[in-house]
């Protein structure tokens, strides 16, 4: 029976031990989208313009589904992404005064994930539990360990093996999502720039981008896995493996209140 995103979130955030929701990223392409989102969603509009990474704030920390359109997408790298503003000179020219050669810049600026220009109305990113319509993204923040049990989860579900994942020299949230959804493909990038300061990433978080058509096999494949193996449930112990220093024995049960209480941890 096929799970709700709401029961497929709460297996996500307890199994993994998240911090953050799972963000479910929907491309609005046409006007008629845009208006059936709004009208069966509860959502919020950016009341400025703001980054792409500041609107998945709200999702991924304060459970809002939010909807943005071209006008309030504070961030040029951003809507090259999304297809809402061409590559010019003046990209050219910044990313070549950082990296003292046009020849790299063009290759950087050029080679970018990005949507075709106007394909879209606009980008809704919400928790993964809230949404309504069907998500074409799930994008999450999670540490380094979380990012791999995340990526193995994918790679059995899927068989899929290696996993190449796309890293640009920014716009790691925005341009992965779209290499995500393009390629209907795992993506994990670490922060850029953009995402460490707007986006707050501070505790060192990675983006992990699975296609929302692949999700629900990735999380019944971590379900098959804890109930074939329940005692290597994620995170698990964190210790060293085959130490021989960490060691825990089988303590006594205390039957009666006249019972000697064990010291040492049962190891008499």
């Known amino acids: 029976m096929p799970r709700s995103y709401r029961e497929m979130e709460d297996i996500l955030m307890r199994e993994l031990h998240l911090y953050h929701h799972p963000i479910a990223v929907t491309f609005l392409s046409t006007e008629d989208e845009m208006n059936l989102f709004k009208e069966i969603t509860p959502h919020v509009i950016p009341a400025r313009p703001l980054t792409y990474c500041q609107w998945e704030i709200a999702a991924r920390m304060q459970g809002q589904t939010v909807v943005g359109e071209k006008k309030q997408l504070g961030c040029h790298n951003?809507?090259?992404?999304?297809?809402?503003?061409?590559?010019?000179?003046?990209?050219?020219?910044?990313?070549?005064?950082?990296?003292?050669?046009?020849?790299?810049?063009?290759?950087?600026?050029?080679?970018?994930?990005?949507?075709?220009?106007?394909?879209?109305?606009?980008?809704?990113?919400?928790?993964?539990?809230?949404?309504?319509?069907?998500?074409?993204?799930?994008?999450?923040?999670?540490?380094?360990f979380q990012s791999h049990r995340l990526a193995v989860e994918y790679m059995a579900a899927t068989k899929t093996h290696p996993l190449r994942p796309m890293i640009c020299e920014s716009s790691s949230a925005c341009g992965g999502g779209v290499f995500c959804w393009r390629e209907q493909s795992f993506n994990v990038t670490p922060s850029c720039t953009g995402s460490y300061n707007s986006g707050k990433t501070e505790r060192g978080e990675v983006n992990v981008f699975i296609p929302?058509?692949?999700?629900?096999?990735?999380?019944?494949?971590?379900?098959?896995?804890?109930?074939?193996?329940?005692?290597?449930?994620?995170?698990?112990?964190?210790?060293?493996?085959?130490?021989?220093?960490?060691?825990?024995?089988?303590?006594?049960?205390?039957?009666?209140?006249?019972?000697?209480?064990?010291?040492?941890?049962?190891?008499s």
């Open 78 to 144: 951003a809507r090259i992404s999304f297809g809402w503003a061409g590559i010019d000179e003046d990209d050219i020219e910044a990313v070549a005064q950082e990296y003292a050669s046009r020849e790299v810049a063009e290759l950087i600026v050029g080679s970018k994930p990005r949507l075709p220009l106007d394909s879209l109305q606009g980008v809704a990113v919400g928790p993964l539990g809230n949404a309504v319509m069907d998500p074409h993204v799930i994008h999450f923040y999670c540490d380094n």
């Open 212 to 267: 929302a058509s692949r999700l629900e096999e990735t999380v019944e494949f971590l379900e098959q896995r804890l109930r074939r193996m329940p005692e290597n449930t994620f995170p698990g112990a964190d210790i060293c493996k085959n130490c021989s220093v960490i060691v825990f024995r089988k303590g006594f049960q205390k039957m009666d209140e006249g019972a000697a209480v064990p010291q040492n941890g049962g190891d």
